[in-house]
């Protein structure tokens, strides 16, 4: 192979790689993995299922760009450092991982980071752009049987976004054949509690502060009008 052959074959490398970046700052998989101990790593950082600046203005690009690329990306990479050699390097899901560490002390850090990571995927997929409005069928009946009306739903979810004191989520999650409303803080998930997770809006400040600075609630208002995907959220109910 001649030179200019070679130099073109890299240019080329070169070039995939870079639309490979640009790509997954959108919509995909991140081009670069972290690798842990024997290999592959253990888990990566899901796609998101719209690109950056899909959920703007009521979440920016910038805001995406670093609460997916950097702070989603930080709990599994974490994550793989600490299961590295472990059972749970294994292709174990997630969800056995959040539950298996939950509970425990020694295990605090594993369940942080898998929790984290586990709530960031389920978050990203409880919006889409032009969402908002009301849920239908099954999942309203029950909402109307716990709330009384969605709008009621609506100013329980803001106020317990709003009182959930640091950093947390709040989530409309179903336990049998009712719905609720229930806030968790830190990387804490109904994951660990038995009950089936429906809807979460991220409310730790990174969520949130470069759109929206302190006002917390403006954002969980933006997310409930605007943002909120209730065709996921019913596709969930058991
Ligand atoms: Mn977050």
């Known amino acids: 192979m001649n030179s200019s052959v070679r130099e073109s074959g890299f240019l080329l490398r070169v070039l995939v790689t870079l639309v490979g970046l640009t790509a997954a700052g959108?919509?995909?998989e991140p081009a670069t993995a972290p690798v842990a101990a024997g290999g592959s790593a253990a888990f990566t950082l899901p796609?998101?299922?719209?690109?950056q600046d899909a959920l703007a203005p009521d979440i920016s690009a910038k805001t995406m760009s670093l609460h997916y690329g950097k702070h989603h990306q930080a709990y599994i990479d974490n994550l793989n450092k600490l299961v590295a050699g472990t059972p749970w390097?294994?292709?174990?899901?997630?969800?056995k991982v959040v539950v298996e560490s939950a509970g425990q002390a020694d295990k605090s850090a594993v369940f942080n980071n898998a929790a984290q990571a586990w709530n960031h995927a389920f978050y990203?997929?409880?919006?889409?752009?032009?969402g908002g409005g009301l849920p239908s069928g099954r999942l309203m009946d029950l909402m109307g049987k716990s709330f009384g009306s969605f709008d009621e739903f609506k100013k329980a979810f803001l106020t317990a976004g709003v009182a959930q004191f640091g950093s947390g989520w709040v989530w409309?999650?179903?336990?049998?054949?009712?719905?609720?409303?229930?806030?968790?803080s830190n990387a804490d998930t109904p994951l660990a509690h038995g009950q089936t997770a429906l809807l979460t809006?991220?409310?730790?400040?990174?969520?949130?502060?470069?759109d929206y600075q302190n006002r917390r609630k403006d954002f969980?208002?933006?997310?409930l009008d605007h943002l909120a995907n209730w065709d996921f959220a019913a596709s969930q109910l058991k």
């Open 26 to 28: 959108m919509a995909e």
């Open 47 to 51: 796609a998101l299922p719209y690109a």
């Open 89 to 95: 390097a294994t292709g174990q899901p997630l969800e």
């Open 124 to 130: 990203w997929k409880c919006m889409k752009p032009g």
């Open 172 to 184: 409309l999650v179903q336990e049998g054949d009712t719905v609720k409303i229930v806030k968790t």
């Open 201 to 210: 809006c991220d409310v730790w400040e990174h969520a949130y502060y470069l």
């Open 220 to 223: 969980v208002q933006a997310f």
